[in-house]
């Protein structure tokens, strides 16, 4: 009942993006907003939904960019090997960086992914072909499949559509999958699933490969959308936006990191104007140098929500409406 | 003749040393890492941000108030700690009851806050900072050029981690440090005020966080950036000592400090990563850590 | 032999000199109810530790049925039958109580790992789920939330999620602490009721359940096996007066 | 009523928001002010935004612009990832975009369009001026201090060539990471190298902290320092007791004549800081393209584009010419810090040795590989 | 419950007032280990320099109320009074210094401490006299002069006991809470116990003791309560104890 609710709410919320361009969005923002919607997802799935915090999540959506940009641009591959690539580059990443990861818990498995993304986030600067601050730029985004062709924002809107609502119901799939399950179950309680017979370390590194790929299919889908890839998004602030998006929306919610995504890429591409909507309302000076603090927004948001708002914006709806109602994640 | 892989052995020694300088500054830090720790269960993050704080008082000092280099090697750590006792008892003490991952979360917020506070005030480009009279110049050893100074940060740095080791082993109130580690709530019972000492340790580790930038200002650039790499780099410190003993840390500190060193002169490509490298050769070899103990 | 579901042979655990499980040797008959008590430190949760290799021993054997386990890893044990239950209440707190059962059912599937099924193909599990919840009394509690049940019920539900094993062997920690009367007596009945083609082995502190229901028991002290036996002989040995009951028969006795 | 609306997109917040930033766009706003606040009859209006170094987030910002605000012009500030993504953006959608501060030759080499001018310095003059002015003064053996990613590899790449070819000689280089902060290391490898000179292939924090390690290990009595991408804003913050003698090549120092000490004055009551050549560059190009709006009666991009390029420009900035490819091709500098006693006031750090003729310092059309310039 | 006043007042003691001598004074007190309710409204009461016994079962609740006076429990509720001071509401560091020493169950020896460290750990209670001194300490424990330098936990079980014991003498404290301070020792030590709370309790001190060691616990105490799944149920004087002893056979389950 509540499942199929919230089905056809996700159900209206693709018919708004559907016609979305044709109501004054913009294709190339909203194509961001998705890969990054994704991403956040991604990174959902290992966080909210198996209580890994990892904070080196950019190095699969960086590194997928970087290898499907190349990809493209150099070897001229077709945009869906392109994608391809991208995400099972992100799954090996993924393999690599999980299994050391992995060894140890807790706060120590976060340290560990953040300094291997460090690690991969030098490779990446030093490599010739990631074009260092220039970054990989002049991407094509070619023909897709032989006969859709990509150059019109619009049709490039609809197949970024398509990918991450695939990508998003994969996701929802996964958690809500005899697998989800028992990921569920070692959140809650790791010794207590273990004694279930479960054998949780292959069962976290399997997540980890799936949030990494499908960190990488954002990437990848990113540079596609973009046409370029850059450092910025294997930095470890990149990282620390996954964390942001996630625990802004709610995590262990579906909803959450959509929300999450709009409202710090909102953030980001905004409080400059916000911060002048602010000074002429108050007229105090200082709101207008906010488009410059964009970092010191992000760090009060961080310390808001810690102290505050642990729950995120879907997960304080959530719990506002159904204080009995079943799990979240519906 | 007295080479080493082509590199002579004399000039090698140099490098050690001038590892060791790296290293002191990796063992301040991740001594306080781990003094925080030990007894708050927060991971930091924002370490790096409150080092670059030290360098940048120091600098204020100078700047608005003519305060020397000495004066400021005590009054910034003092300054930053207090700081950091504010942050304490306003924000982090409502983790304390929650996962440890919202300690993080909330001391990575605090950095993100405190560096942009001080790029807004005084720019990327960095601050100038002068070496102590006292110390500039050098001494030639022969097979190098010593700055006197870089001497003095390893001295200094040596004996700051040398008094907290034995504050922390030696002393009564390391005693009841070492014991609140162990069993807070016991400590507690018998009458000692452990959410003030609590408080207390958050400000010395923060204060030795900003004695390290106070050191750091003279020889590195002073800006409000300064701290972010460093404390990736001193988290995969962390990972390989393992946090499990003032010692360890103060030892895997300086060790990093001069395999980093190393690599830099046989192969300058890799030392951005080699302690990274090092870190997931650890974790294959033995996970908890070259200090660390065993859950 | 075949008469012992599991035996150990000198099972012992040491950790950094201090030896918290000490060259053990338990036996455990099949079908019985087999109790392990002790004072408190005396190595019962740690001799749990070391059956389901939460803890790797020092030294010793550990054989299920006949088979050497030592060399096992916890799931592998889990999966051969040896399921326990925790000390401190074991659930998954934000699962549903039916969610909690099938976890324990689901393994049989063998989709553990199937990320791309949905978890419709789980609902076949949820008759036997509540038919193991109707067992523990759980049955009206099947949609609520697990964190919300008294305290209690969540030591039955535990209880409801090791039945899903379809454990040869269950281990129980303690498993009426922290219980009101009414919750002893329905659990003490549920361990009976459940023990029924099954071994169990349980550390309890709480000697009314012991002498009810155990068919044999175990006194650890400081590590070492003191005594074994039924409840009247084991009650009776004054060794376990002294270190566990808490009085001698003789101080009683004079004052009558 | 309608006005025309100039976009400026830079880093306010981040690495290279001294060197343009806020105050770049103080520059850009007194060149508008300058011009009477409109043109064509029309109120000028300024945006801008802070892209922090985040390509996506240019080339974002600049589509929006165009999109919704008709942005007329889009002038584009540090860092080539961003310039080089914005530009894109710009040249799809026919719009003029002019870039001060980003250092890659590649807006106007590889990846030129009609619609991209790049005005202020690039890394292939930085690196031709300093080598060959340095060379030309008797520093022929070279040791590089590269920054070992794609940008070092370019700047000591063409420094080294033009080296070579004034007859010098490049005696090693070694590669330290990005943000290494720590060169002790690398400086005394370079020192071993018994070179004259040690150029500096790396940028901000890690120049930074280059000279100054430099200078504590005393490399400086034995080696002579020539920065490749050096500003004002650098020699400020590290001071003139650390920087003392180190040449580099500027397109704009605010002491060099007359005009550019009126202009920077004016800058300095605004804002209390002399301007870097960027900020200057970033009057110029709005003040120029104001002009050429007026001449051409339209801010059409390609009629605008035709009054600008191939017309001689000069004000207190620069004087030169935009070519085909795009590149405001003007006079550069060869600056060296001043020592502290020669130094009268703040501010008053750099002298000129000597002009860098446009002719000899930037991409000759023979090595262009511009499409629109054959 | 029981009318504790009527029936185990003392002549010497005070009249309406009760508090001016009561040491300790508990009054309708639940616990709570996080969800698990352990103590269900306990009321009891220790007079200034009065040795009582807790008794019952593993898991009665016992240590658990120890821990609830001293705090560390992690929920509680109802009124505990110290010398008169309510101290339900206050911080676990101030309620040591109304005199109040804890000797844990688990002892709760430091492992990166020294013996003598452990045992110097304790920190002297203001407004409370000296002591014992260190030297009268050793006098009473030569075991623990001879190991002082050993990591705590490396002392043999007993050992560690008699430091649990001995730490909390130091301080000044003149309340005493002692969890089974007899388990696991040997006989002899077990002795030097009794004789060491004989002294304690000459000296004025009031001790509260949790024993499962009923030979042990007997002789020693004034006053006797009977603990059971959180409650208070029995309670009697240490002349009565003969008289009890059936119904403590049945409720002590042997
Ligand atoms: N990981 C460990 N490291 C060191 N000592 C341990 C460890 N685990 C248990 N011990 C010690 O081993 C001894 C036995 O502990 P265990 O938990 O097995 O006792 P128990 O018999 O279950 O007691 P209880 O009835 O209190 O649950 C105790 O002294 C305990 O302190
Ligand atoms: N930390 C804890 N968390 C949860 N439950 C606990 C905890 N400590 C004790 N309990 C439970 O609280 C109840 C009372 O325990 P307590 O330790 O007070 O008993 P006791 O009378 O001292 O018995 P003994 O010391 O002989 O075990 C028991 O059911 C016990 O299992
Ligand atoms: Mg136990
Ligand atoms: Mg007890």
Redesign the pocket.
């Known amino acids: 009942m509540r499942q199929s609710l919230s089905l056809l709410g996700y159900l209206a919320l693709l018919l708004v993006l559907v016609a979305a361009p044709f109501m004054g969005a913009y294709p190339i923002f909203m194509m961001k907003l998705f890969c990054m919607a994704l991403f956040a997802c991604a990174f959902n799935l290992l966080f909210g939904y198996t209580g890994m915090l990892s904070f080196g999540h950019a190095a699969f959506l960086g590194g997928a960019g970087y290898i499907t940009g190349h990809a493209l641009k150099v070897w001229g591959v077709p945009p869906e090997v392109g994608l391809l690539l991208g995400t099972a580059f992100g799954a090996f990443l993924g393999l690599v960086v999980g299994y050391l990861a992995i060894k140890r818990q807790g706060i120590y498995f976060t340290m560990i992914t953040l300094a291997l993304a460090q690690m991969l986030y030098f490779l990446w600067l030093q490599a010739p072909f990631t074009g260092g601050e220039d970054g990989l730029q002049g991407v094509p985004r070619g023909t897709l499949l032989g006969f859709i062709d990509l150059r019109s924002d619009l049709t490039m809107y609809y197949v970024c559509l398509a990918i991450v609502a695939a990508a998003f119901l994969f996701i929802m799939r996964v958690v809500h999958s005899p697998f989800g399950h028992v990921l569920h179950a070692i959140k809650e309680n790791e010794p207590r699933a273990t004694s279930l017979g479960y054998d949780t370390n292959r069962f976290k590194l399997l997540v980890f490969v799936l949030s990494a790929a499908l960190s990488g299919l954002a990437g990848a889908l990113k540079t596609l959308v973009l046409g370029f890839a850059t450092l910025t998004d294997v930095h470890w602030t990149m990282s620390g936006h996954a964390v942001l998006m996630t625990l802004v929306g709610g995590m262990g919610t579906m909803a959450g990191p959509l929300v999450g995504a709009l409202v710090v890429v909102a953030i980001e591409n905004k409080v400059g104007e916000w911060g002048h909507w602010m000074a002429n309302l108050t007229s105090i000076d200082w709101f207008r140098s906010l488009g410059e603090s964009v970092t010191i927004v992000t760090g009060f948001i961080f310390v808001i929500c810690v102290l505050l708002f642990r729950r995120g914006i879907v997960g304080e709806v959530l719990h506002f409406l159904g204080r009995r109602g079943k799990r979240p994640g519906a | 003749m007295d080479t080493f892989f082509g590199v002579p052995l004399p000039a090698l020694l140099g490098q050690v040393l001038l590892g060791l300088v790296n290293g002191s500054f990796y063992a301040i830090l991740s001594l306080g890492l781990a003094i925080i720790f030990g007894l708050l269960n927060v991971i930091n993050f924002a370490h790096g941000a409150l080092f670059m704080m030290g360098a940048v008082v120091a600098w204020m000092g100078g700047h608005y108030l003519g305060l020397s280099y000495w004066t400021m090697l005590l009054l910034a750590p003092l300054v930053v700690g207090a700081f950091g006792i504010v942050l304490e008892r306003l924000l982090l003490r409502w983790t304390y009851k929650l996962d440890h991952i919202y300690g993080l979360l909330l001391t990575l917020g605090l950095t993100l806050l405190i560096e942009g506070a001080f790029r807004s005030a005084y720019g990327v480009s960095g601050l100038s900072y002068q070496t102590p009279a006292l110390l500039q110049g050098g001494v030639n050893l022969g097979f190098m050029f010593m700055p006197k100074y870089r001497a003095w940060v390893v001295i200094a740095s040596l004996i700051v981690c040398f008094t907290a080791w034995y504050l922390i082993e030696k002393t009564r109130l390391g005693a009841y440090l070492r014991a609140g580690t162990e069993n807070p709530r016991l400590v507690e019972a018998f009458g000692i005020n452990v959410p003030l000492m609590i408080t207390l340790t958050y400000g010395a580790g923060v204060a030795l966080a900003a004695f390290a930038g106070v050191l750091a200002a003279p020889i590195y650039q002073v800006s409000p950036l300064m701290g972010q790499n460093l404390i990736i780099t001193v988290f995969a410190v962390v990972v390989i000592g393992g946090m499990g003993s003032i010692l360890g840390s103060i030892v895997t500190g300086l060790m990093l400090g001069v395999v980093e060193g190393l690599t830099r002169v046989f192969y300058p490509e890799a030392s951005s990563t080699v302690v990274f490298v090092i870190m997931a050769i650890v974790l294959l070899i033995r996970p908890a850590g070259l200090f660390g103990k065993e859950k | 032999m075949s008469d012992y579901i599991l035996t150990t042979q000198n099972l012992t655990?040491q950790?950094?000199g201090?030896t918290?499980?000490d060259d053990v040797n338990l036996q455990v008959q099949r079908g019985h109810i087999h109790a392990l008590i002790?004072?408190?430190?005396?190595?019962?949760?740690?001799?749990?530790?070391l059956l389901t290799k939460f803890?790797v021993p020092t030294r010793g054997r550990i054989f299920f049925n006949g088979v050497d386990i030592t060399g096992e890893k916890p799931a592998q044990i889990a999966r051969r039958g040896v399921i326990r239950s925790f000390?401190i209440s074991a659930v998954f707190a934000h699962l549903s109580v039916l969610e909690n059962v099938r976890i324990g059912l689901q393994r049989q599937l063998g989709t553990q790992y199937h990320f791309w099924k949905s978890d419709a193909t789980l609902r076949q599990l949820d008759a036997r789920a509540l038919e193991l919840l109707g067992e523990v009394g759980l049955r009206d509690w099947a949609d609520e939330i697990t964190v919300n049940l008294p305290y209690g019920r969540k030591r039955a539900l535990e209880i409801a999620t090791t039945l899903a094993m379809e454990p040869e062997l269950m281990l129980l920690?303690?498993p009426t602490q922290g219980m009101g009367h009414e919750d002893v007596d329905r659990v003490t009945a549920l361990i009976k009721k459940v023990s029924v083609g099954r071994t169990i082995l349980m550390?309890e502190?709480n000697m009314k359940v012991v002498a009810t229901i155990a068919d044999r028991i175990s006194v650890?002290q400081r590590?070492a096996m003191l005594a074994e036996g039924s409840y009247e002989e084991v009650s009776r040995d004054p060794r376990v007066m002294q270190a566990y009951m808490g009085t001698s028969e003789g101080q009683l006795q004079g004052a009558h | 009523q309608e006005k025309v609306v100039i976009g400026f997109v830079t880093d306010m917040s981040s690495l290279y928001s001294d060197v343009d930033g806020r105050n770049g766009a103080v520059a850009a706003q007194m060149a508008i002010d300058d011009h009477g606040g409109q043109v064509l009859g029309q109120p000028v209006e300024l945006l801008t935004h802070d892209h922090q170094n985040k390509a996506d987030i240019a080339a974002a910002k600049v589509r929006e612009w165009i999109d919704t605000q008709n942005a007329k012009m889009i002038l584009g500030g540090t860092n080539s990832g961003t310039a080089l993504a914005s530009a894109t953006v710009a040249s799809e959608k026919k719009v003029l975009y002019i870039n001060n501060g980003a250092g890659t030759s590649a807006l106007t080499n590889a990846q030129c369009s009609p619609y991209t001018i790049h005005y202020a310095y690039d890394t292939v003059a930085l690196a031709r001026g300093t080598g060959a002015a340095i060379v030309a003064e008797g520093g022929k053996d070279w040791f590089f201090l590269t920054a070992d990613y794609a940008f070092g590899h370019a700047l000591e790449a063409d420094t080294a060539a033009t080296v070579k070819a004034a007859g010098g000689t490049v005696k090693g280089a070694v590669r330290h990471p990005l943000n290494a902060s720590d060169f002790s290391s690398f400086l005394l490898q370079a020192q071993g190298s018994g070179a004259q000179i040690l150029g500096l292939a790396n940028a901000g924090g890690d120049t930074i902290n280059a000279i100054k390690s430099a200078n504590e290990f005393g490399v400086t009595q034995t080696m002579r320092m020539a920065g490749l991408l050096l500003f004002l804003t650098d020699i400020h913050s590290m001071g003139l007791e650390t920087t003392q003698g180190l040449q580099f090549t500027t397109s704009y120092y605010w002491d060099r004549d007359d005009a550019s000490r009126e202009w920077a004055q004016r800058f300095f009551d605004r804002t209390g800081r002399m301007p870097t050549s960027v900020q200057a560059a970033n009057y110029s190009a709005v003040a120029n393209w104001l002009k050429a709006v007026e001449e051409a009666g339209t801010t059409d991009a390609d009629a605008v584009n035709a009054v600008l390029r191939g017309k001689p420009l000069s004000d207190f900035y620069a004087s030169g010419v935009i070519r085909p490819d795009g590149r405001y091709a003007h006079d550069m500098y060869l600056v060296e810090v001043k020592k502290p006693e020669e130094s009268s006031r703040e501010w008053d750090y750099l002298k000129v040795i000597k002009p860098l003729p446009a002719d000899e310092i930037w991409t000759r059309q023979e090595e262009s590989k511009c499409a629109l310039w054959k | 419950m029981l009318t504790l006043v009527s029936h185990s007042q003392p002549a010497s003691a005070a009249g309406a007032d009760g508090s001016a001598t009561m040491a300790l004074e508990i009054v309708d007190l639940h616990g709570w280990y996080g969800e698990s309710h352990v103590l269900h409204g306990v009321n009891l009461q220790v007079r200034r320099g009065e040795v009582v016994t807790l008794l019952g079962r593993?898991g009665a609740g016992r240590t658990s109320i120890l821990r609830a006076i001293t705090g560390l429990i992690g929920k509680r509720r109802g009124a505990i009074r110290i010398n008169g001071v309510e101290t339900i509401a206050m911080p676990t560091y101030r309620i040591a210094h109304l005199g109040v020493g804890y000797c844990p169950e688990?002892r709760g020896i430091f492992a990166s401490l020294t013996a003598e460290e452990n045992l110097l750990l304790p920190p002297p209670l203001k407004g409370h006299g000296p002591g014992m001194p260190l030297e009268e300490i050793y006098a009473m424990f030569p075991n623990l002069k001879e190991r002082r330098q050993s990591p705590g936990t490396r002392l043999s079980g007993g050992e560690q006991q008699m430091l649990a014991v001995a730490r909390i003498l130091r301080t000044g404290a003149n309340i005493l809470l002692l969890d089974e301070i007899s388990e696991g020792l040997a006989p002899v030590i077990v002795q030097a116990l009794a004789r060491m709370v004989e002294t304690l309790r000459s000296k004025g001190y009031t001790i509260v003791m949790v024993e499962q060691n009923f030979r042990f616990a007997a002789p020693l105490a004034d006053r006797f309560y009977v603990i059971e799944h959180g409650q208070v149920v029995e309670h009697f004087l240490a002349h009565e104890l003969e008289a009890k002893a059936d119904l403590l056979a049945e409720l002590l389950g042997v």
Not at chain 3, 40 to 45: D, E, I, P, R
């Open positions: 655990k950790f950094k201090f918290a499980v002790g004072p408190n430190g005396a190595g019962k949760t740690t001799c749990f530790n803890l000390q920690d303690e550390v502190h650890l590590g | 593993n688990e």
